[in-house]
Every structure is written in C-alpha cells, then in structure tokens.
C-alpha cells in the first residue's frame, strides 16, 4: 500500500425510506466535516466530492404498463440543508400521523386483516407509509434523477369500486429487472462517475471506489430492488469499476400495529432470496432462476439470458446486519436511531478508510469463508454542532433586530401614532357618503337627489314610478281607467325596485361577495366599496411595511384607527325600531286609503264632460220651454231683443257652468293623481332609505369583518412574533438531536466565542445592525415580495403566517451577509481558533464540563474522566443485533473495533488509552468529532436469535399475504423454508 494514499472513494446508494432517511442524515454531516476541514486546511481530499448519495424508492401500485414506477433521487447540490433538517421532519411527520390517528378513527393499521381472508397490500404497511411521507416532504430538496410515470391504474374490483392495483414484491422484482438497464446508467452518471475523476485525489493512484448499499430488509417493496439493480450497475460498469461492496442491512421492523408482523417476516424473506441468488444459498438457486429469466411476465429487448449468468455469483464482500436489538438485549428506539448508528459507522469509514481496516484485520481468509458471511455494527459518537452553533447565533441576532426594531413600541423613528393622524375612512372610502354615492353613481335614474347629504335626503325619483311617457298614455283614459293602469304599473315598478334595491342588489351594487377567501378582491379593477376597501387598505400596509420596519405597528395603528371610525360611522346609521316601522307603514296605508275614498266618492261620482253637457242641454231646454209656455199663457209677443238677449244669457251660463264644473272636476282628477304619484313616491322612498340603511349597515358589517380578519393577521403575527423572539440563552440542541448515540455538545464559553465573533463581524463596516436593516428595508426586491404576499393570491399559507416568515426573512437577509463569501474567511478564523480552545475534548473535560460522567466526584483526575467518557461511549457503540459478543462460549464471532478520533498530538486520546478497549485509533484530524465504531464478523443466522424469529412470522403468515411477499409462487419451501399456496385459485384472487 503506497504512502498516503486514500480508498475514501464512496458511492453510498440508499434504497427505499429507510435509506433516504439515513442519506439525509449522514450527507450534511459529510458536508459539515468537509466545510470545517476546509476552514482549517487539512490537506486530504474534498469529502463532498468523492462521497456521493442517491437513493431508490418504489411506489406501492402498478402503472398502466404493468410496472412499479420508480424513484431515483438524490440532494440539490445548491440547496444546503438546515442543521437538524431530518430531526425536524420526523418530528412534523409523526405529529401529522398522530394527529390522523386521532382526527379519523385509526384501526390497528391495515394489518388488521393479516390473518383474514385478503392479503395486506404491501403499501399500506407502516414502513411504506413513512417511506411515501418522507419522500413527499423531502422532495424541496431532493433531485429527481429518473423521468416521472403514471403511479397507478384504475380497475373494477368485485364490489364494482374503482381501486387501485397494489405492487407485490415479485412486481417490484420484475420491475427492477426490466428498468434496471436504465437504473445503472442513471447511477454510473450520478452516484460512481463523480467520485471517480483522478483530480479529486491526487494521493490516491488507484481511484478505488466502495459501494456501500444501505437497505431496510423490512420495507417489503424496497427490498426486492436491492438485488436487479446491484446487479444491474455492476453487468453495466464491469467489476473492476468497483472495489468493494458492503452492504448496510436494517431488519426488525417499528411499526406500531400488526404490520410489524409483516414487516419482520420480510426481513427474512429479503435475506432468504439475497442468499439464493448469490453463493450463499445454492441449492435454492433453482427456485429464483425462473424469475430472474424473465419469465411469467414481458421482458425488454434483449433482457433474456442477461442477468441469468448473475445467479449464484459472489455480489457483496461484507454485509452487516443492524437491527432494532442490541446484543445487551436492549432495543434501538426508531428507525431514526438506526440511522444515527449507521450515519457515525459511515461517517467513521469514509473520514478515516475504517472500512479497509476491517479488511486489514479479518484477513482474506475470512473474506473468503462464505459460510460465515455475516456482520454486525454498532457505533456512538460525539461532536460539536458548529453548524447548529452558528445558525443558533444568527437566530439570536435576528431575535434581537424584530424585538428591538420592528415590535419595540418606543422605537423613536416612525412614529406610529403621527403615521397614523391621516388615516380616515375617506381613505378607504367607505364613509356614509362614499357608498351612498357610489350606489347612485350605478342607478342615477332612481334617486331624486344625485348628491344627498344623508340617509334622509335619499328619495325616489318621481319619473321613476311614472315616466312621461307613460303619463301621457294614461292621461286620456277614464278615472276608474287611470286608477286601474296604474295600480297596474305600481305593480311593475314595485318589481323593478325590488330589482334594483333588493338586499342581493344592493350587496352585488357594494361588492360584499367580491372577495376571495383570503381578503383579496377577486378583481382588482373592481371599484366596488368592498373590494376597492380591501385592495386599497392591502396598498396601504405595502407602503408601510415597505416604507420603515416599524410598518408592522403602523399598521396596526391604521387599522385601529379605521376600526373605530367605522364602529362610529356604523351607529350614526338610524333604523327605525319595529314599532316605528310600523307606525309609519300604517301612517302611509291610512293616507292612501283616505286618498282611494276620496276619489272614488268625489271622482268616480262626478259626471263626464258629455253628461256635464246633457245637463247644460237640459236646463236650457227647460228654461225655453218655460219661456215659450211663459209667452203663450200671457199672449205676449217674444221680443228678440229683450227675451233672445235673456235665453241667450240663460244658454251661455248654462254651458259656461257646466263647462266651468267640468273644469274644476279635471283638475280635482289632476290634484288626486299627483296626490296618488306622491304617495307612491314616499312609500317606495321609505323602503328605499329603509333598504339602504340595512344594506349600509350589511356593508358595514362585511367592511368590520375584513378589518377584524386583518387586524387578527396583524395581531397573530405580532404574538407569533413576539414569542418566537424570546431570548431564551443557549438554545440546546438536544429537543432534536434526542439520541444517545451522537450527542451535541455545547457549552457557555462556545456560545459566547461565537457570540463574540457576530458582534465583531456587525462592527466591522462601522454600522450596526439595526442601521443596516433600516436602510436595506426600502429595497425593490422587498417591496415587490410584500406585493405578492399581499396582493397577489400566491401563497396558499394563513396571512400571518407567511407575514411572519417575510418579516424574518427580511431580517435574516441583513444579518445573511455575516456568513457570505466576504466573512467566510473570517468564519474560518473562528473555526480554527475553536478548534484549539474550545474543541470537543474541551467540551467533555478539559473545561470540566461533563459531571455526569463523574459521578459527583470531586478531584477526579483527568485520565479517569476521559476513562469513563469512553467506556460510556463504548457502551452505546454496542452491535445492533442480539448476539453477545460478551460471550465467551461463543464459538465464532470476530470483533473488530476502532475509534475515529482527532489523532494530532494535542490530543488527550491516544492509542494507549483506546487499547484498554480493544480499539484501534484511527485519526480523522477533526478535534470536533468522535465515533466509537464497534464490529463482529464472522457470524451466521443461526447465530441471530431476532432472525429465527422472524422465520418464524412468515412461517404464520396466511396464503394470501404470502403471495403478497414471495417473489415466486412455487419452491417456497426451496427458498424461505414454507409451503407454498396449492391453490392457483386463491392467488388469482389476491393479484385481483
């Protein structure tokens, strides 16, 4: 082996939920160590470029082409993960299961029907439940490296549902033996050809790549791809392309319910088929062949026969087996602990090539004993949250800034009582005058007054109820004619009016359902009273948040201001009480009876003008007639001058009297009409002011319940903001890093270096921070993410919260430029300075900082601290599996231990005091981390008591979840040790 030369080349492929969740774990980690070497110019390569990820998940259907879709991913190279991202994903992913647990009824899982008639679809159980979510709240980062299918197919099932056809496992086989082709040159492109180009290590002459498969046996659907694409990717680079492989393999299932049944009887079946189809298990090969020939279903153009030679060939050179019981009898918590576990083991191999010192010292001859092919791994560390640190400090930062500048009342710039003098509903322009005119800008023809002063100036007007026109068609017609038209045309405007001032007109005339679900106007060029309010007050806080970072409280002053003047404008709106209302409606009724009793009594009784003229006509005729009979009786001649001048006189005053008659009974006809046009007038009149008093106050109502909605935005993010700024001191990451095995480490003297750092960094330019953030706040990029907040309907989030997650960000992007690429360096000044003062080892008990490790001694030396330390931490590091390698009537079982650890000669830990522990050290030149990594090889599963266990749950399992698991439907008991289901019957009805 030449000098100097490293085999840390590692291409780590996570299969299903499982792996994805281990990958991202341990990759910020690898970028973490990789950002702190670098700040401290260790010489060696860069790990983030010659260790890649990508993970293999498998939906839980079929696609319409009979295949399981697949998904390829792996991290955005441009989207850094937050310390803790995982830790904080779980912890919302089961605080959502919970929740569903309570919100719905949850059965005992789907696994309730393990032992009924039908089989359990595998993509309900709980491991594919978790691996589903995971993927789903992980995509933001996480890559897409495989083009996108149909999930699932739509099928009649025997109740005439639609449904969904579940995924096998012998589907998901098929499917990785068919796109496997495809799978290798995806992961040949993105996973090996990265971390193979000769520059990235210049001391590594070979170029030596480890493939470590990180799987979970007990994921029933991720498990049956382990074996087409391993294969896949090795037929398709050559073996020589890869050093070594290991594989990382997690059995046992979590789940809470009866699934763990399933799960666990999986965790064997995996293993029974991993060994079948390589050299293992060789007389069960015969078993499996058929199904990786291809046949029972469509193979691809030139598949037949290509992986066939595959079978029963040597495909991993080391599998360890982690499992959920430690060999003290003890149980790893969750899935995440194992993750931990796996992430420091990896974590151990990649920064110190732990994994060639296991080779180094089992010897080829164990690595050719491919009787006992087995491993175990156990593995604990330590390490100082530099990222978590870091990001910790800035928060505080930017905790001070929104507490100081943007929620502190007695901020002297901006005054949020001044800001808010103008404010008036006339803004708004919602005042009892805006909305009245408003209305009547959109029906001018109904108001006698287009410019009133008040409710009680509103007044219908008189061409309104009768036009002109229509005046003149009933002019000629007969009183009793007229009475009936227009009562008649009553009819019609009353109906009209209804239109026009019904409550939905009057609510559509103001807009009160213009408004989306979030406050927004569903038009923006609506000029409506209520979207018009809404957008203008939306502008208003734009100008505000965006003017100052004191908009918040000006805002909320605006509101306030707008609140009370709309309360007042609310009372000032007069309703007459019920009993008023109906005073004046009997008031209006009695006069319009009056008023029909009059005309009907005086009018209708009258006579026409031809009866007038009879009349006149008859009176002269009797005068004549008593005049000739007057001159006949007394024989007096008829003087033409004196008697023709009398009955002339007698004949025009009749006429003339009648025709006067007639004339005072038209205009009588006249006067009552008016009278009639009047009271028509004021009874719609009073309905009028009485409809828009109610629609005013209907307004009213929806504008107070807007400004309610705002102000309770404004008021939440205010309270959200105020207790997430409370300055707590340290904040420990222990909430989220709760594991035994990789614990954070912090101290008062770490928090303050790093405190110290950031105040140093703030003066450096001769400006503070709450400077800095007054006069980056005007930004256009600002004003233009206050505008899509709110006024474009984008963010589906609560207002409050999004608000609250802008006003941060605005913050956070003032304090961004302390660790951009101008500060990087003197980040890394603080990095090395830490790495000499306050380094992990200071931590633990240089700075006598760990008395739980003492017991409440007192005096303890130094030697026994770091004793104690490390044969806790050596506990912790016990194998995952139950096997006690304690024992010492065991028969096999070779352990293989080592430490990574700093190693510089300023270090405490040496390769003394490891030997006490039978550990070798291996030096990472890294003062922030530890890992106690301990191994034992040479095992088989007969020596795995969980494993017999888990023989014995598929041994319980019922035909039809059988054939939900085996990948083949006959020489089951060849392959995993069961009989297999006789009737052909029974499996048709479970593939439905």
Same mark, same amino acid.
């Given at each position: ?10 291409a780590?492929?996570c299969?299903?939920?499982?792996g ?22 260790v010489?060696?390569p ?9 993970a293999?998940?498998?939906e ?11 998904h390829?991913?792996k ?11 995982l ?14 647990l309570?919100g719905?009824? !949850? ?10 008639v ?8 709980d ?10 709240a992980?995509?933001p980062v996480?890559?897409?490296?495989n083009?996108?299918?149909p ?15 579940p995924?096998r496992?012998?589907?998901?086989f ?6 496997g082709?495809?799978?290798?040159r ?8 990265p ?8 001391g ?9 498969v990180?799987?979970?046996?007990f994921e ?19 073996e020589?392309?890869i050093?070594?492989?290991?594989g ?10 009866s =699934?763990?049944?399933i799960?666990?009887?999986v ?5 029974a088929?991993l060994?079948?189809l390589?050299?293992?298990?060789p007389?069960?090969?015969?078993a499996?062949?058929?199904l ?10 030139g598949q ?20 959920r019981?430690?060999?003290n ?10 993750s931990v576990l796996?992430?420091n ?5 990649i920064? *110190? ?14 690595? =050719?004993?491919h ?21 910790a ?6 905790k001070r800034?929104?507490r ?17 003098e ?11 005058d ?10 001018p ?24 026109s229509?005046?003149a068609?009933l002019?000629?017609?007969s009183?009793?004619?007229w ?9 019609t405007?009353?109906q009209q ?11 559509y ?6 408004l989306?679900p979030?406050?927004?106007p ?10 018009a309010a809404?957008?203008?007050m939306?502008r208003?806080?734009?100008?505000l948040?965006?003017?100052?970072? *004191? ?8 509101l306030?201001?707008?609140?009370a003047?709309?309360?007042?404008a609310?009372?000032r ?7 008023q209302?109906?005073l004046?409606?009997?008031?209006? @009724?009695?006069?319009?009876?009056? !008023? ?12 026409s003008?031809g ?20 001159l006949i ?5 008829f003087d033409?001058?004196v008697?023709g001048?009398?009955?002339l ?5 009749a ?6 008659s007639y ?9 009552l009409?008016?009278?009639?046009l ?9 309905q ?6 109610q ?21 939440d *993010?205010?309270?959200?903001l105020?207790q997430?700024?409370?300055d ?8 989220y890093?709760?594991t035994?095995l990789?614990?954070p480490?912090?101290?008062?003297r770490l ?9 140093a960094?703030?003066?450096r ?6 400077e800095?953030l007054?006069?980056?706040w005007?930004?256009?990029? !600002? ?6 907040l ?5 963010d589906?989030r ?6 609250q ?13 302390l ?13 090395r300075?830490?790495?000499?003062i ?6 633990? !008990? ?6 739980h ?8 030396s ?8 490390l044969?806790?931490?050596?506990s ?6 139950n096997y006690?390698?304690a ?6 079982g ?17 390769? *003394? ?5 039978r550990s ?7 003062p922030?981390r ?7 090889h ?15 749950e ?9 054939? @939900? ?11 995993y040790?069961?009989e297999?289901?006789?009737?052909e019957e ?7």
């Amino acid at each position: 082996m030449i000098t100097g030369a490293t085999r840390s080349r590692a291409a780590i492929l996570c299969f299903g939920g499982w792996g994805l969740q281990t990958m991202l774990h341990l990759q910020p980690r690898i970028q973490s160590i990789q950002d702190q070497r670098r700040a401290r110019k260790v010489q060696g390569p860069d790990l983030t470029q010659v260790t890649q990820f990508a993970a293999l998940l498998a939906e839980g259907t079929l696609a319409p082409d009979g295949h399981v879709p697949l998904h390829l991913r792996k991290l955005r190279a441009q989207t850094p993960l937050p310390p803790f991202y995982l830790e904080r994903l779980l912890e919302r992913l089961d605080a959502r299961h919970q929740q569903d647990l309570r919100g719905d009824g !949850w059965m005992i899982g789907s696994g309730h029907r393990m032992f009924g008639v039908a089989g359990t679809p595998l993509a309900t159980v709980d491991s594919e439940r978790r691996a589903r979510q995971l993927l789903e709240a992980a995509a933001p980062v996480l890559q897409p490296l495989n083009q996108q299918i149909p999930t699932f197919v739509e099928y009649k099932n025997g109740r005439g549902e639609e449904d969904t056809i579940p995924a096998r496992r012998a589907d998901v086989f098929r499917t990785g033996l068919s796109q496997g082709i495809e799978m290798a040159r995806l992961l040949d492109a993105h996973l090996i050809a990265p971390i193979r180009h000769d520059n990235l290590a210049p001391g590594d002459p070979f170029v030596q790549t480890t493939l470590y498969v990180v799987a979970p046996l007990f994921e029933p659907l991720a498990s049956a791809l382990i074996w087409p694409t391993l294969v896949h990717l090795l037929n398709y680079l050559g073996e020589r392309h890869i050093s070594q492989i290991v594989g990382i393999f997690a059995t046992g299932s979590y789940a809470g319910d009866s =699934n763990r049944a399933i799960e666990d009887a999986v965790s064997f079946a995996s293993i029974a088929e991993l060994e079948a189809l390589t050299d293992l298990h060789p007389a069960a090969q015969s078993a499996v062949e058929p199904l990786v020939r291809g046949e029972g279903f469509p193979a691809l153009p030139g598949q037949c026969g290509l992986l066939e030679s595959w079978v029963g060939r040597s495909l991993l050179d080391r599998i360890y087996l982690v499992d959920r019981e430690k060999s003290n009898q003890g149980l790893v918590r969750n899935s995440y602990e194992l993750s931990v576990l796996v992430g420091n083991a990896l974590e151990a191999m990649i920064t *110190t090539d732990g994994n060639q010192h296991v080779e180094e010292q089992l010897g080829i001859d164990l690595r =050719n004993a491919h009787e006992r092919p087995y491993s175990l791994m156990g593995a604990a560390g330590d390490y100082v949250p530099l990222d978590y640190i870091f990001s910790a400090v800035h928060q505080q930062e930017e905790k001070r800034l929104i507490r100081e500048v943007i929620l502190n009342a007695e901020d002297p710039v901006g005054n949020p009582a001044q800001e808010a003098e103008a404010a008036s509903l006339i803004d708004l322009g919602i005042t009892q005058d805006q909305v009245i005119a408003q209305l009547i800008a959109q029906m001018p023809d109904l108001f006698l007054n287009v410019t009133p002063h008040g409710l009680d100036e509103l007044a219908i007007h008189p061409n309104f109820v009768l036009p002109p026109s229509i005046a003149a068609e009933l002019r000629p017609l007969s009183p009793a004619g007229w009475l009936a038209a227009f009562e008649d045309r009553l009819q019609t405007v009353t109906q009209q009016f209804d239109r026009l001032v019904g409550a939905s007109a009057l609510d559509y005339a103001w807009g009160l359902g213009a408004l989306h679900p979030n406050g927004l106007p569903k038009n923006k060029n609506d000029k409506r009273v209520l979207p018009a309010a809404a957008l203008y007050m939306r502008r208003t806080f734009v100008e505000l948040l965006a003017e100052s970072p *004191t908009g918040l409280r000006q805002a909320q002053s605006r509101l306030a201001i707008w609140q009370a003047e709309l309360e007042e404008a609310r009372q000032r709106v007069t309703i007459l009480t019920p009993g008023q209302r109906n005073l004046a409606t009997a008031q209006r @009724q009695l006069a319009l009876r009056q !008023w029909r009793a009059h005309y009907e009594g005086n009018v209708l009784k009258e006579p026409s003008l031809g009866r007038t003229l009879l009349r006149s006509s008859l009176l002269v005729l009797a005068v004549l007639i008593v005049a000739i009979g007057y001159l006949i009786a007394f024989n007096r001649p008829f003087d033409l001058i004196v008697d023709g001048g009398t009955l002339l006189g007698i004949f025009l005053g009749a006429y003339v009297g009648g025709a006067m008659s007639y004339r005072r009974r038209l205009t009588r006809i006249q006067r009552l009409r008016r009278e009639r046009l009047a009271l028509a007038q004021a009874e719609l009149t009073s309905q009028l002011q009485e409809r828009v008093q109610q629609g005013l106050l209907r307004a009213y109502d929806h504008l107070a319940q807007m400004l309610r909605e705002m102000a309770r935005a404004l008021e939440d *993010t205010n309270e959200s903001l105020n207790q997430w700024t409370v300055d707590d001191g340290i904040p420990t990451p222990v909430a989220y890093a709760a594991t035994h095995l990789y614990g954070p480490r912090v101290s008062d003297r770490l928090w303050e270096l790093c405190r110290s750092h950031l105040r140093a960094q703030q003066d450096r330019e001769g400006r503070r921070s709450e400077e800095r953030l007054r006069s980056s706040w005007r930004s256009v990029a !600002w004003r233009r993410k206050l505008e899509g907040l709110l006024l474009e309907e984008e963010d589906r989030r609560p207002l409050s919260a999004a608000m609250q997650d802008l006003l941060r960000e605005s913050v956070q992007a003032t304090i961004s430029d302390l660790s951009a690429a101008s500060a990087q360096a003197v980040r890394d000044e603080l990095v090395r300075e830490l790495a000499q003062i306050c380094n992990l080892e200071h931590l633990l !008990w240089r700075d006598g900082s760990a008395p739980h490790h003492t017991n409440g001694a007192q005096g303890t030396s130094k030697q026994n601290l770091i004793h104690r330390y490390l044969e806790a931490l050596w506990s912790h590091a016990k194998p995952a599996a139950n096997y006690d390698v304690a024992d010492r009537l065991a028969a096999h079982g070779i352990p293989v231990d080592f430490a990574a650890v700093w190693g510089s000669a300023e270090s405490d830990l040496s390769e *003394t005091t490891l030997r006490e522990f039978r550990s070798t050290l291996l030096p990472t030149d890294d003062p922030f981390r530890l890992n106690f990594v301990r191994t034992v090889h040479g095992l088989t599963l007969e020596d795995l008591g969980s494993i017999r266990r888990y023989y014995m749950e598929m041994m319980m399992l019922n035909d039809a979840n059988l054939d @939900q698991l085996a990948l083949v439907d006959r020489q089951r008991r060849l392959l995993y040790g069961v009989e297999e289901d006789a009737s052909e019957e029974a499996r048709e009805r479970v593939r439905g």
